[in-house]
């Protein structure tokens, strides 16, 4: 059984230069990817639109969830409160206890 796709936009501009990212989960894999529209890509790329992504697959999440956790919880010293935070927020399973 595969794994259901998810996908979310994490950002939009909209306007005569257009720009879409993405993440999303399919096949094994998660993906951030970009969508650019506007005269700047026609006149580099010559083309209506220009698309970029970066793939890590499944195997390599755990990899990439140390490197976010030194990026963005490195010398907070709340980090766990914010990873509990992040969990509860987005539905993701955890585990949280303490002791005393």
Same mark, same amino acid.
């Given at each position: 059984?595969?794994? *259901?796709?998810?996908?979310?936009?994490?950002?939009?501009?909209? &306007?005569?230069?257009?720009?879409?990212?993405?993440?999303?989960?399919? /096949?094994?894999?998660?993906?951030?990817?970009?969508?650019?529209?506007?005269?700047?890509?026609?006149?580099?790329? &010559?083309?209506?639109?220009?698309?970029?992504?970066?793939?890590? *697959?499944?195997?390599?999440?755990?990899?990439?969830?140390?490197?976010?956790?030194?990026?963005?919880?490195? /010398?907070? *010293?709340?980090?766990?409160?914010?990873?509990?935070?992040?969990?509860?927020?987005? &539905?993701? *399973?955890?585990?949280?206890?303490?002791?005393?």
């Amino acid at each position: 059984m595969s794994d *259901p796709e998810k996908s979310i936009e994490l950002f939009r501009q909209d &306007g005569e230069e257009f720009r879409s990212v993405r993440a999303s989960l399919r /096949n094994g894999e998660f993906v951030i990817d970009t969508q650019d529209m506007g005269k700047s890509v026609e006149e580099f790329w &010559g083309d209506s639109d220009y698309e970029f992504w970066t793939i890590v *697959p499944k195997e390599a999440w755990g990899q990439l969830l140390m490197a976010l956790s030194i990026e963005f919880l490195a /010398n907070d *010293p709340k980090a766990t409160d914010r990873l509990r935070d992040i969990c509860l927020t987005h &539905g993701v *399973p955890h585990k949280w206890d303490r002791w005393i």
